[in-house]
């Protein structure tokens, strides 16, 4: 009988059933990621007091190792003594590797300490398992401690060592030591490969250093090293950060020429660029050879674009977007939301931007201070005070942090509609909310109340800023007539 599934009960008086079957079954339950059978049968062979070996243990380690189940590997590793067996290198790397796979550092560096005391000479697999625990955990500080470890004693990382802890500075955005780490691996004649390449380039990538990330491009090909699909990402991404278009496009653009086929994440980065440019025809050729290529829309892809037609006000596209959304089964947040509303807004569409505030709000997402100062634009746009004022009184009944762009387009709605005292009255509760308002709310202000023939209010708001703004002020306030603005200078002289 071969004990190869879960539901296996084996006893001793089996003809299948002995040391070196388990063996082997606790190695394919290990690579297929079932820990659960691997216990399971450790515990028989306890239970039924067969004698067990380092290789069943090894093997069990490995499996805890290849899933992460990091408290078994310890229970595993801590028994040995129990079974008359001493911890080994093999061992005690699986452990090492089982808590870094589960992202628990601190029990990773113990095994580590744990390992020297018990003067059990580590080797270069297990410094590669405790950097690379580092690794995944973004802890580049103590992936290089370890590999300054394996200097002390005298061993000599490989490849593998050194990808991990770059990949480690990779994370975290710390592209200096990245690329310190690249220099100290060819100073050591090992070959950076691919994968070194990578990390590099996604550490500059992460600080928007696009420069220093084209420069690994290059030393990547002088060192007849290709670059792959995730190596021309990274360097797309960091032009586009960098808001570099023109160089994300040509990136994109060698995608063919290198027979690499484009992701999603190569046209997130590509449409991305031309949302910083807001070259929304460019956006709108990638997004159809996206959609010819059939690959699946995400939210950055459709934000993106969205936002690229905000830019250049083409809302007639990004409403053809957010359309498709649905087909896709793709549910839209508030930065969709956001970038809508802004289109309409700037195309004059306030009833399109208040028919998505309420959909944003059926569908139980809470708009932020961007969804309403972009709908109070439009209202203001538009001149419908009325509408301004309830949804800027509505922001702060949902403890949404207005700003000060905010209630300045609710001041321009009321200023547009010739109500000055709403208009001043916004302006004071600026003043009480302790935000500080700017020369935009005070000329708006000051414009509605001369149009309204409110003179000495216009006056009193001339002489509640500084000199900076007075100028800007007197220019709204000769909407007024010359002569009438005269007159309430004597009277205030």
Known sequence: ???????????????????????????????????????????????????????????????????????????????????HMQADVVSISSAVTACGNAGYWQQTHDIANDLWKQSVRPNTITYNAAVAAGEKLGHWQKARAFLRHMHLNRLQADSITFNSTTSACGRTGTWIRAVEQVDVLRQQQLQADVITTNSVTSACEKCGEWQQARSQFVEMRCQQVWPDLTTHNCLASACEKASKWE????????????????????????????????????????????????????????????????????????????????????QADVVTYNAMISTYQKCGKWQHAFFLMQRLKDEELKPDVISYSSLISAYEQAGQWEKALFHLHEAQERLVQINIFTCNAAIGSCEKSGTWYFAYFLLISLIEQQLRADVVAHASVAAACSSAGEFRVALQLLHAVDVNCKLKLRMAAAIASEQSCRTALHDSA
Request: aromatic share 8%.
């Open 1 to 83: 009988m071969r004990c190869e599934t879960c539901s296996f009960r084996p006893s001793h008086t089996d003809a299948g059933y002995d040391l070196k079957s388990c063996t082997v079954a606790i190695t394919k339950h290990g690579m297929a990621g079932r820990w659960q059978p691997v216990m399971a049968l450790l515990a028989r062979l306890s239970k039924d007091q067969i004698t067990t070996d380092q290789m069943v243990y090894g093997s069990s380690l490995a499996a805890c190792a290849r899933i992460g189940v990091w408290r078994q590997a310890l229970a595993l590793l801590h028994g040995l003594p129990m079974k």
């Open 247 to 330: 160089d994300a496009k040509l990136m994109f653009l060698k995608l063919e020429a290198s027979n690499l086929t484009a992701d999603a994440f190569s046209y997130g980065a590509v449409l991305g660029a031309c949302e910083m440019h807001g070259v929304w025809v460019q956006a709108l050729l990638f997004l159809g050879q996206l959609q010819r290529c059939k690959l699946k829309l995400n939210n950055i892809i459709v934000n993106s674009f969205i936002s690229t037609c905000e830019k250049g006000a083409a809302w007639h596209h990004a409403q053809l977007l957010q359309c498709e959304m649905d087909q896709h089964i793709l």
